[in-house]
């Protein structure tokens, strides 16, 4: 079990690494404020666009309003193409084509809770 524990760490440390391209626009600390994108603290199992006071894109609100949930499968899709998810979204990030960064990444988003 340490191994696997071991393993996880190591994704998470590099997935902070991954997550310096998304300090441009969103904050990752509990209560922290709201950039260009919504802190992103807590975001994994979130209900998309929950973040009070951030003004989220039209169609982010009409798939939160949907059911969407940011599960690690939706994240995936998401930051492999958000226009995959919300298609008509603002969020100007292309997404992240390697593999193992968006599981390193998410590793990372599932560790701040």
Known sequence: ??????????DAAAGQRVFNQCRA?????????NGVGPNLHGVVGRRAAS???????????ELAEGGLTWTTENLNRYLTN???VVPRGSM??????????????????????
Do not use: V, W
């Open 92 to 113: 100007a990030f292309a997404g992240l084509r390697q593999e193992q960064q968006r599981k390193d990444l998410i590793a990372y988003l599932e560790a701040q809770k």
């Open 1 to 10: 079990m340490g191994a696997a524990q071991n393993a996880a760490a190591q």
């Open 51 to 61: 973040i009070e006071g951030f003004r989220y894109s039209a169609n982010m609100r």
């Open 82 to 84: 958000p226009k995959d």
């Open 25 to 33: 626009c969103h904050t990752i600390d509990q209560g922290g404020r």
